[in-house]
């Protein structure tokens, strides 16, 4: 199957809340393509050039409303990853009715998996009973978008997924993001 990233959206954006969302997660985008992350917004065809940078194309619409998406550049891009501002209101075909809200991208580890990361975090730091998130991965998988996030918006920011993010600990150690966050 490959690696993959799920979560539950099943509260709508308010319009004010919205423009949060969208303009942290550009800053992600732009802190990501700082440190030389190649992404892109067209299934993975071409990176985001510097007028794509400038428009903030990854902020889009799609069937029910505002979209953000981003992913990799192949051959490192898998399925992209796409926060709808109306949650994911639609139960898919292959859903019954108890999930809906439930979403998931398939990143395959890929470099942009950190960028997939570091949004995650920052939505259920910041906005816990919108979304939820689970993961393939372990905690020390998330780090590099744990990362991405201090590097973006500081160390005295509000983040903390460890109590929101269903990711087991490897057993061996507590990963320098536990420390980190005094946990």
Same mark, same amino acid.
């Not at 190649?38 to 510097?50: F, P, R």
């Not at 398939?106 to 919108?130: C, E, G, R």
């Not at 744990?146 to 993010?165: H, K, P, Q, W």
């Given at each position: 199957m490959g690696y993959t990233h799920y979560w539950n959206h099943t509260r709508k954006f308010s319009r004010q809340d919205w423009i949060r969302v969208e303009d942290a997660l550009s800053l992600i985008v732009e802190g990501?393509?700082?440190?030389?992350? $190649?992404?892109?917004?067209?299934?993975?065809?071409?990176? /985001? !050039?510097?007028?794509?940078?400038?428009?903030?194309?990854?902020?889009?619409?799609?069937?029910?409303?505002?979209?953000?998406?981003?992913?990799?550049?192949?051959?490192?891009s898998c399925e992209t990853f796409v926060i709808h501002k109306e949650g994911v209101s639609a139960v898919k075909p292959w859903q019954n009715s108890s999930n809906k809200g439930f979403d998931f991208?398939?990143?395959?580890?890929?470099?942009?998996? $950190?960028?997939?990361?570091?949004?995650?975090?920052?939505? /259920? !730091?910041?906005?816990?009973?919108?979304i939820s998130a689970r993961s393939d991965g372990n905690l020390e998988d998330w780090q590099s978008g744990?990362?991405?996030?201090?590097?973006?918006?500081?160390?005295?920011?509000?983040?903390?997924?460890?109590?929101?993010?269903a990711l087991p600990r490897n057993g061996k150690r507590k990963s320098c993001v536990a420390k980190t966050l005094h946990c």
């Open positions: 990501a393509i700082r440190r030389g992350y $190649t992404l892109s917004i067209d299934h993975g065809a071409s990176s /985001i !050039s510097a007028h794509t940078r400038t428009a903030r194309a990854w902020l889009t619409e799609f069937g029910a409303g505002p979209v953000i998406q981003i992913n990799g550049v192949a051959p490192n991208c398939k990143t395959n580890q890929h470099p942009y998996d $950190t960028v997939v990361t570091a949004m995650l975090i920052w939505l /259920i !730091s910041t906005f816990p009973k919108h744990m990362d991405l996030c201090l590097f973006v918006f500081g160390e005295n920011s509000a983040i903390n997924y460890l109590t929101r993010c």
